[in-house]
């Protein structure tokens, strides 16, 4: 069984940043990549960002320029820096991993899935 355990979620003000981290196993970051999706209520899940295992990374073309990946291998972490953000970025953010090809940008294609973490972002 996978387990993924994100982290890192808070209340922001407009322009602040945040790190939220996806904590794994080996053989989860070792093999298959890992994506974060966000979900507001009522909205379907939204594709955020995604670290193929060979560590190649895709963006939602809405945080491309604000959100960045980076993968601690020594401790099985995805990292999500979150720059400028925005009270539109409010949302539960997750990380998902599973068999899914890149960019991986559809949330059914994924098997397993964390509990998930808030962030608020204030105007």
């Known amino acids: 069984q996978v387990r993924l355990v994100e982290s890192g979620g808070g209340l922001v003000q407009a322009g602040d940043s945040l790190r939220l981290s996806c904590a794994g196993d080996a053989r989860t970051f070792g093999v298959y990549g890992v994506a974060w999706f966000r979900q507001v209520p009522g909205k379907e899940r939204e594709f955020v960002a995604r670290?193929?295992?060979?560590?190649?990374?895709f963006y939602a073309d809405s945080v491309k320029d604000r959100f960045a990946l980076s993968r601690d291998n020594a401790k099985n972490t995805l990292y999500l820096l979150m720059n400028n953000l925005k009270p539109g970025d409010t949302a539960v953010y997750y990380c998902?991993?599973?068999?899914?090809?890149?960019?991986?940008?559809?949330?059914?294609?994924?098997?397993?899935w964390g509990q998930g973490t808030q962030v608020t972002v204030s105007s």
């Open positions: 998902a991993t599973g068999r899914v090809g890149s960019p991986g940008r559809n949330w059914t294609e994924y098997d397993y």
């Open positions: 670290m193929s295992w060979v560590g190649n990374t």
